[in-house]
């Protein structure tokens, strides 16, 4: 039976809507800590309000109405004006039909929510609410949430798993170490990082959850640095004649920040000691030919390569480009992918068990266990922030300390890096090859949409091709924004001579590589997507990228979106269609406009989004954390740095720790 189903008050149906969070036992929902947490006190008045802050109201609703959309979109909406002395506004709340019942005309209420504002109206959607003023003002948490399931309920679900707390929660730290830095008892911070007594206490639970959180990410890096640690290597490099010779062979001259790179590696090569080296460089800085320097190195000198992309259409790309360049000096490369028919995957693990292929590409594929390598003295990893770290060690332990090339296009501030990859060296790519032109970005409203789609069907007409990008791949009730498959509609009829295509991630993985397919032999024009394409593909016929509701991405992510156009030495285009009309999306509008810069814009987003958020994404590969914040707890992360290496010295807590520590392993990106 559904563990879940033991608890109070928690029926089938919050257990499905509790599984869409990821959430499937009483531990999961312990440890779902709030996103945030909302002190109600404080009354505003209506006159007061502004758009996109959140308020506290005291008034009446009055007008309520409630009813069901048609067009079978499963919609349900209740309506409602508020007003106090001073004003009145729009109430909204979706697919809580029961409200109807709840709520009451003319009668005091309290509501909580963010205002909007539509025209020249003010709305608040899905506003929290309470007749009793008790009820109201305490300290309550926000959990993240979807649209399958409302705050009230994740609330009573998390309310009803505190009775078991007691059983569940465990303290891992002793004694001595809660009292040397002040921690607090692992129950109470969880009954008090979820609904706490008073500011003081929430603090204190909060200290104690992200001083764990920060030991047991300090202690799996310092296992990992143990684990991949400077050793001397039995792998011999000592030739480099024939990488000397792919560089003179390449089609193009290599930047000086490629020469310099592929420098690094070689004395890394030829140590004595394994390499472990970090190759950031901004998108289209031409990372993959040094990857393949690389993989020269090894085979001039017997060994083979393993290169690991993070998905097929990316692994196939590198595939072309490697069979391209290097099967000229004798190299026999495999792609390795999960969709491989039986009999063909077999050849091929046996080939390269027997030392007849000397560089495997593939995806995580190459990791299982049945792939053997004959003598693997080098393993790259490309987009490395899509891996864990238990990858990265599987795919090293199928060598005997093999040489580790990872790659990133996301920068990294250096004082993170310091704390994340101690133990990599790092070499970057600053400058982009001398033929691009800079991509002319343009930041437009929906009046300029003919113009647009004049401009594609330009583009098309002169032979080259275009990127749509949508936040969302189908319609959506709740979120009011562009998708792919009413986008691809809309193109069909705007500009029907343009032939265009869909891909997604929802796609079978044949259907994507399909289209992927036609749009690399330019069969297709135009490619409506989602921002599955912006992880490393490389088009150089593509020169347009129209983004969709831009206003939608991290400034970090239309960065990378940008650079899968002006890859050649044609003229590329960006055109962001911002349909906010706040500040804040102007400002991150023009960054995009005038910036090029991977470095300067991933400040700029640090700015324009607080810290907070900024290392809160995954985009940095950082690990995700549940509570901490790598910029505003940094005094914690220092303490607790030297509990780990305290702890190491006496060796009392590490072992316990270590199986928690393996599973953190498993989670963790770095
Ligand atoms: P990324 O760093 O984003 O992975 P790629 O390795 O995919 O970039 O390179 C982008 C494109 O630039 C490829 O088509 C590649 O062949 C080309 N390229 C790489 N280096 C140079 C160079 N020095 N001059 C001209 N084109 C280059
Ligand atoms: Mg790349």
């Not at 969070?21 to 945030?36: A, C, G, M, Q, V």
């Not at 949430?145 to 730290?173: P, T």
């Not at 993985?509 to 593909?537: A, H, P, Q, R, Y």
């Not at 509990?643 to 520590?661: D, F, K, M, P, S």
Request: aromatic share 10%.
């Amino acid at each position: 039976m559904n563990e879940l189903a033991a608890l109070k008050g928690i029926g089938p149906k919050i257990i499905e809507k509790l599984n869409t969070l990821s959430i499937y036992n009483t531990n999961d929902l312990l440890e779902y800590y709030p996103r945030t947490y909302v002190d109600k006190t404080g009354i505003s008045h209506i006159s007061d309000i502004r758009e996109g802050e959140y308020f506290s109201l005291k008034g009446i609703l009055y007008n309520i109405t409630s009813k069901q959309l048609p067009y079978g979109r499963r919609l349900h909406i209740v309506t409602a004006e508020f007003k106090d002395q001073t004003g009145q506004i729009s109430v909204t709340w979706f697919n809580q039909p029961y409200l109807k019942n709840v709520l009451k005309e003319n009668k005091m209420i309290y509501i909580y929510g963010k205002v909007e504002k539509k025209g020249f109206f003010y709305n608040m959607y899905n506003p929290d609410f309470s007749y009793n003023e008790k009820d109201f003002f305490i300290i309550q948490p926000i959990y993240s949430k979807n649209a399958k399931i409302n705050q009230y309920e994740i609330r009573k679900a998390v309310k009803s798993a505190m009775d078991y707390s007691h059983v569940l929660v465990k303290d891992y730290f002793p004694e001595y170490l809660k009292e040397r830095y002040n921690l607090c008892d692992k129950e109470f911070a969880v009954k008090n990082i979820h609904f706490p007594a008073s500011s003081a206490d929430f603090f204190a639970a909060r200290r104690r959850l992200v001083f764990e959180e920060f030991f047991l990410m300090q202690l799996a890096l310092v296992s990992l640095k143990s684990n991949m640690g400077k050793d001397k290597s039995p792998i011999n490099i000592s030739k480099f004649d024939m990488a000397r010779e792919f560089v003179r062979s390449l089609p193009f001259t290599p930047t000086d920040a490629q020469l310099q790179s592929m420098k690094d590696i070689a004395s890394d090569l030829s140590s004595g000691y394994s390499m472990h080296r970090l190759l950031q460089g901004d998108v289209g800085s031409g990372k993959t030919v040094v990857g393949l320097y690389a993989v020269m190195c090894a085979y001039r000198n017997d060994y083979q390569s393993a290169f690991m992309a993070p998905t097929e259409i990316l692994a196939l790309q590198h595939y072309r480009t490697a069979v391209e360049l290097l099967n000229k000096f004798g190299l026999n490369i495999a792609l390795l992918t999960g969709q491989l028919r039986k009999k063909e995957r077999e050849d091929i693990l046996n080939r390269i068990e027997n030392g007849k292929v000397h560089l495997v590409i593939g995806t995580h594929a190459i990791l299982q266990e049945d792939v053997i390598f004959h003598n693997l003295a080098l393993c790259i990893t490309d987009e490395q922030h899509r891996f864990g770290v238990q990858q990265r060690l599987i795919l090293s332990s199928k060598g005997v300390k093999p040489h580790l090339l990872v790659m990133s296009a996301t920068p990294i501030p250096r004082t993170l890096a310091l704390i994340l990859y101690g133990d990599l060296d790092i070499s970057t790519l600053k400058e982009l090859p001398k033929n691009r032109k800079k991509v002319l970005t343009y930041s437009v409203d929906e009046s300029f949409r003919q113009r647009i789609n004049n401009f594609i069907q330009k583009i098309v007409v002169k032979g080259e091709q275009a990127f749509v990008v949508c936040p969302a791949i189908y319609e959506n009730d709740v979120l009011d924004v562009t998708n792919v498959l009413t986008k691809y509609e809309q193109l069909q009829t705007d500009i029907p001579s343009v032939k265009s295509a869909v891909l997604h991630g929802k796609m079978k993985k044949v259907e994507k590589n399909e289209v992927m397919e036609k749009f690399i032999n330019n069969e297709i024009s135009v490619l409506v997507t989602t921002s599955i394409i912006e992880v490393g593909i490389d088009i150089p016929n593509a020169t347009l990228m129209v983004i969709e509701d831009a206003q939608q991405f991290g400034l970090s992510q239309l960065h990378q979106l940008r650079g899968r156009v002006g890859r050649s030495d044609k003229q590329s285009y960006c055109i962001l269609f911002n349909q906010s009309s706040s500040d804040i999306s102007k400002k991150r509008m023009d960054v995009m406009v005038q910036s090029n810069d991977g470095f300067y814009i991933s400040e700029q987003d640090l700015l324009l989004r607080g810290p907070g958020d900024f290392f809160g994404t995954k985009q940095h590969g950082l690990p995700d954390f549940k509570i901490a914040n790598l910029y505003t707890d940094m005094d914690i992360l220092k303490d607790a740095q030297k509990a780990v290496q305290e702890e190491i010295r006496n060796n009392a807590i590490y072992r316990q720790l270590l199986g928690r520590e393996l599973d953190y392993l498993s989670k963790a990106k770095l």
